[in-house]
């Protein structure tokens, strides 16, 4: 079964410190999605990349075709940051049978 | 637009009862999927929809029936409910299938199944 993984599973850290949040999947894929969840519940889609970089704001992610891995970087976090962020990718090949998701990384981030 | 709307947001079945999930968009996308979220796991994927008329399948689609009659709506329907159906339930949609296209997530719908 193709997986994505997602490290680290819980983070912790200070305001102001840079975050790094990592994904790997095991074969090749279309496209990648980096979505948030915050405690309500509710599901934002952040980026989807098929190749390179993107920024939004304090938000930058990158994704390595060749190593099959993806980043995602907080700058200058903030407590309203805190949440679960998600990894989720489309894998190549054809079918329209959705995405597979990583577990998540639950990000606190304390004042 | 409302963009995905789910209804309802709680609900609380005994085991065996039926019944239906509703979900609408108001953006006129083709593609349409009904997830489920469990602690420790990632979403998984129930079943899904490319357009009016036309479902298949998804990764744990046992006990869920699904249609789509039109565009705008894909209700997800449980057939005798059984506690291991006990769930978060996430509806989403996009424009197509297509690789480049954003994914649109409804509030969710928590159910309990005694």
């Known amino acids: 079964k193709n997986e994505v993984e997602q490290s680290p599973q819980n983070l912790t850290a200070q305001e102001g410190e840079f975050i790094t949040i990592n994904c790997s999947y095991s074969v090749g894929i279309s496209a990648l999605h980096w979505l948030q969840q915050h405690p309500g519940g509710g599901i934002v889609s952040l980026f989807m990349?098929?190749?390179g970089k993107k920024k939004h704001g304090r938000l930058i992610a990158t994704i390595n075709i060749q190593e099959k891995h993806s980043s995602l970087h907080i700058t200058a976090s903030h407590p309203r940051d805190s949440a679960v962020y998600i990894c989720?990718?489309?894998?190549?090949?054809?079918?329209?049978?959705?995405?597979?998701f990583g577990k998540g990384t639950h990000l606190i981030i304390q004042p | 637009n409302a963009g995905v709307t789910q209804t309802p947001k709680f609900q609380v079945l005994k085991t065996g009862q039926s019944m239906t999930l509703q979900c609408a968009q108001d953006?006129?996308?083709?593609?349409m999927s009904w997830y489920r979220q469990d602690p420790g796991m990632g979403l998984r994927l129930i079943h899904y929809s490319v357009g009016a008329g036309i479902t298949d399948q998804g990764e744990v689609p046992n006990g869920y029936n699904v249609s789509r009659s039109t565009t705008e709506d894909f209700p997800l329907r449980l057939l005798s409910a059984a506690p291991s159906q006990t769930s978060v339930y996430f509806c989403a949609s996009s424009y197509s299938i297509t690789s480049g296209d954003e994914q649109f997530f409804g509030p969710g719908t928590r159910l309990t199944v005694l």
């Open positions: 953006m006129n996308h083709e593609y």
């Open positions: 990349l098929s190749s």
């Open positions: 989720a990718v489309r894998y190549s090949g054809g079918g329209a049978d959705g995405l597979t």
